[in-house]
């Protein structure tokens, strides 16, 4: 779990610098690099930019999925319904006790007298 932890920090560090490095205006880092255009070219810089900045999100989405899924079978492993003991009362009267019934009283109760 740790190993992902990590993972998911620097994909998001990485994201968060390949973002900065954007100008939402064109310029970013195609304007840095105004006089070596010849080598690289403005626009492929920009395409390359989006594509690393779509492979981050998509790694982190991946990671970030992974992790909740991982995280919630390690949480339940081990564990079935055998082990799950839960606590309900007895509702039947103990064998050598006889339960009290329900039957109508022979004559009518008596009123009490202050």
Same mark, same amino acid.
């Given at each position: 779990m740790t190993f992902i932890i990590i993972l998911t920090i620097i994909v998001a560090i990485l994201l968060i610098l390949v973002? =900065? =490095? %954007?100008?939402?205006?064109?310029?970013?880092?195609?304007? %840095?690099?105004?006089?070596?255009? %010849?080598?690289?070219?403005?626009? %492929?810089? +920009? @395409?390359?930019?989006?594509?690393?900045?779509?492979?981050?999100?998509?790694? =982190?989405?991946?990671?970030?999925l992974s992790s909740a899924i991982w995280s919630s079978t390690a949480s339940n492993a081990g564990v079935s319904d055998d @082990?799950?003991?839960?606590?309900?009362?007895? +509702?039947?009267?103990?064998? @050598?006790k006889k339960a009290p019934t329900d039957k109508p009283a022979d004559k009518p109760a008596e009123p009490v007298k202050k």
């Open positions: 973002v =900065l =490095l %954007q100008n939402s205006k064109g310029g970013g880092l195609t304007s %840095q690099f105004s006089g070596a255009s %010849q080598l690289i070219g403005a626009r %492929q810089t +920009t @395409d390359l930019l989006e594509k690393v900045t779509w492979g981050l999100v998509m790694v =982190l989405f991946v990671v970030s @082990d799950i003991k839960i606590n309900v009362p007895a +509702t039947k009267a103990p064998a @050598d």
